[in-house]
């Protein structure tokens, strides 16, 4: 861009507070100077070569040399500076800000709840205290380390001049973590973006709170001393918001190695140890259903509708458990539909010892507030369970089927006495009691499935205006918000995946290219949230020493700043069906991390993860039990730098998202005509050998488990046709012993 300089600057540091700094502005290719601080001399090297493959990409590196002289707590750092910048440009910092984190902020500590005098149907996005650009004057500032990113990146949109921005960098340098902040002026017409090693920053993120004073620390330099910096920069032309995005998913992984995929235990195997753990630890044999955490907590640890598995759990265990975790899930869906559901037809958020509550315990005048995401969840996956009447011996009883009609005869009411359906609802006055958000995003989905359970075009006619809404509002504008119900209305990636799941479905049902676009726009959305590469955790840390990758965790949101195993709470098989409409491979491999990713956090007798912390009060050091996932993927110092890596002892919705990805993302995708194989589960697949009549496929399994792989075969030309639900019943099995391979011979 015409506005860009860049400068290479030393830096003296006391504490966190720079006390001095050296810049000097780079010159030419190559550029060589000689800097001298307080009584150091440095000799400071740059480079910048054109990217080949391409042609608006350049590579650049600042090579930092301490040639006289020690400077204790010092850092190096290349800045680059914009000096036409505005405040309607659009800023992404993957996984940290969206348009810059840029709107109103209400000061709270965990968990927050918007204020009586901030709520309402229609308000402006209020976030908590998070690392973000300036929505109204004083210090602009957003400071972080690569670890608080899913790609190392800053991207920028200039709404003016119709041009993108890309800066990539490497997660470290010899000293650790590379330091990344972007800073604008006081009159917002001018922006910095710094990389510094090590990172110091002058105030670090710790639960809703963005001025924590840091405990960075410089590095002490002694001569002979060598940093380097690498970062590339590209510019290109960019019509709007979306097309950042999708130019951002296309380069994510460029400055990063190919993921080494670690083949540690198959679905199946890991899919056997959870269904073990929930029938000897989730089962609340008083009230008869599947618990959806074990937390001690008195009202979130026994059932919470949705989100993080209740009613969702149970649709695993129908399709493909045992005996007792199908007898055990249909008392579920009893007590459901018996103990659960409000008048309205709406669901309860929470139920603990024999009580009902909404979703927060701070209303004023104890008004039963529910977060919607919850209930569209719930009505999704209740959709997908009644489906299986087709495909497998149960017989829906008419409570569910009332009760389910109930609850998507309450999502239109919403909807057309609204026209949105919001954040917070009060679930006996059905009046939304905070809106202007996607949080419901998967809600487009659920009365689209119910439209052909029931054969009811009016439920249709709703969820396709309420995905028009979602994509105007929110896709376009390149943030998602409300999906989590105790940040506010942070950006999130759970509403994200939730609008793609929502135009997916859309399109498999009804056929038509628009929702394939959104659905398109909406992945590139979901990409931005998910780990690109495989960070260096701390020596020492548990995920170190077990070599544990990140590459496909999945960011929380701005507020809750970890990645977690997999998406909260879906398994992704969106994404495959998106591939199989596009014939995009982008959306396998976006799938793969996530879905692959997923079982190396179980906890198992084999291999147990040892306690780093716990927020559940279990000791630190002792074995996580068998079966049990934690949600932190923690590559942020925001719990600490000490936590960086470290085990979190929970049992939560994780495990629910690996049961959905073995029973809905195929373990081996084979075109057979083309001769195209892919693998998503712990296993290597290859094509042997193929001629006119037959391709032979070897799979084999390194684990040390038995391999219950689901295979989809299909010619290269069925690909179009819709896969919609349930689709895993009409996969092959293929059972593969430990470090064993199986010759699968397939007829074209």
């Known amino acids: 861009m015409r506005d860009l300089t860049i400068s290479v600057n030393i830096n003296r540091h006391k504490g966190t507070n720079a006390i001095r700094t050296v810049s000097h502005q780079i010159a030419g290719t190559p550029f060589q100077t000689n800097v001298t601080l307080e009584d150091t001399s440095w000799c400071v090297e740059s480079t910048s070569i054109p990217v080949a493959e391409h042609p608006e990409a350049v590579d650049h590196e600042a090579v930092f040399r ?60 209020i976030i908590t205290d998070v690392p973000r650009l300036n929505i109204g004057e004083g210090v602009s500032r957003i400071e972080l380390r690569t670890g608080d990113m899913t790609t190392p990146a800053v991207c920028r949109w200039s709404r003016s001049e119709k041009k993108g921005f890309i800066l990539l960098t490497e997660q470290r340098t010899a000293l650790g973590d590379t330091g990344v902040s972007l800073e604008e002026n006081e009159q917002r017409t001018a922006a910095s973006i710094t990389l510094s090693s090590p990172a110091v920053r002058r105030f670090k993120y710790s639960m809703c709170n963005a001025s924590e004073v840091s405990d960075d620390r410089g590095f002490d330099f002694s001569e002979g001393d060598q940093v380097s910096i690498k970062f590339r920069l590209y510019t290109f032309d960019c019509p709007d918001i979306a097309a950042l995005f999708r130019y951002f998913a296309t380069v994510r992984q460029d400055l990063s190695e190919p993921p080494k995929w670690r083949n540690e235990i198959p679905f199946s195997a890991a899919w056997e140890i959870v269904e073990e753990k929930y029938n000897r630890e989730n089962w609340q044999g008083q009230d008869e259903f599947y618990r959806s955490s074990i937390s001690p907590h008195e009202r979130y640890g026994e059932w919470q509708t949705g989100w993080v598995g209740g009613g969702m759990n149970t649709y695993p265990m129908l399709l493909v458990g045992d005996p007792l975790s199908k007898s055990r899930s249909i008392s579920t869906l009893d007590f459901l539909f ?23 315990s701070y209303m004023e005048d104890n008004t039963p507030c529910v977060l919607l995401r919850k209930n569209a969840d719930l009505i999704y996956f209740l959709g997908k369970q009644l489906f299986l009447q087709d495909y497998v011996d149960i017989e829906i009883p008419s409570l569910w089927k009332e009760g389910y009609g109930r609850a998507c005869d309450a999502f239109v009411r919403l909807w057309e006495n609204n026209g949105q359906f919001g954040q917070f609802i009060d679930i006996e006055r059905e009046t939304i009691l905070i809106g202007g958000t996607a949080s419901a995003g998967i809600a487009p989905a659920a009365l689209a499935l119910a439209s052909k359970y029931w054969n009811r075009p009016d439920y249709l006619a709703i969820a396709e205006q309420a995905a028009d809404y979602y994509n105007e509002y929110f896709v376009r504008q390149g943030v998602t918000t409300g999906g989590p119900g105790e940040i506010c209305q942070c950006p999130d990636s759970e509403s994200a995946f939730a609008l793609l799941e929502s135009y997916v479905v859309l399109y498999e049902i ?9 659905a398109e726009a909406a992945a590139d959305l979901c990409a931005s949230w998910c780990v690109s590469y495989d960070y260096v955790y ?211």
């Not at 009804?510 to 959104?518: F, H, P, V, Y």
Request: hydrophobic share 35%; proline share 5%; charged share 25%.
């Open 66 to 125: 301490l040639t006289k002289g020690r400077l204790t707590e010092g850092s190096v750092s290349v800045g680059i500076e914009f000096d036409r910048w505005s405040k309607d440009d659009y800023v992404l910092m993957p996984a940290a800000a969206y348009n810059g984190n840029r709107f109103n902020v209400s000061r709270q500590t965990y968990p927050p709840m918007l204020k009586k005098e901030e709520r309402g149907a229609d308000i402006p996005t």
């Open 538 to 748: 701390p020596e020492g840390s548990e995920f170190k020493k077990l070599d544990l990758r990140s590459t496909g965790a999945v960011w929380a949101s701005v507020q809750n700043k970890h990645a977690g195993p997999g998406i909260c709470t879906l398994s992704g098989d969106s994404l495959f069906k998106l591939y199989r409409a596009t014939g995009n491979p982008f959306y396998l491999d976006l799938l793969r991390g996530i879905a692959h990713n997923l079982p190396q956090y179980l906890s198992r007798e084999d291999r147990p993860l040892v306690i780093s912390f716990s927020w559940e009060g279990l000791p630190r050091g002792e074995n996580s039990p068998s079966g049990r996932m934690g949600e932190r993927v923690n590559t942020s110092d925001w719990e600490g730098k000490e936590n960086i890596g470290g085990v979190d002892g929970g049992s939560c919705w994780c495990e629910v998202s690996l049961m959905l990805t073995y029973i809905e993302v195929p373990g081996v995708y084979i075109q057979k005509d083309s001769g195209f194989v892919y693998a998503f589960d712990h296993v290597d697949a290859r094509v042997e050998e193929q001629n006119q009549n037959q391709v032979i496929v070897s799979l084999s399994n390194p684990t040390n488990f038995t391999a219950k792989v689901n295979v989809f075969i299909e010619n290269e030309t069925d690909r179009i046709k819709p896969l919609g639900e349930n689709a895993m019943l009409n996969w092959q099995s293929v059972v593969i012993e430990p470090r064993a391979k199986q010759l699968l011979s397939i007829n074209k």
């Open 338 to 360: 018996r103990k659960v559901q409000a008048s309205s037809g709406f669901f309860y958020g929470t139920y603990s010892r024999g009580t009902l509550y909404g979703d927060d």
């Open 510 to 518: 009804t056929g038509k290219k628009k929702w394939l676009g959104m």
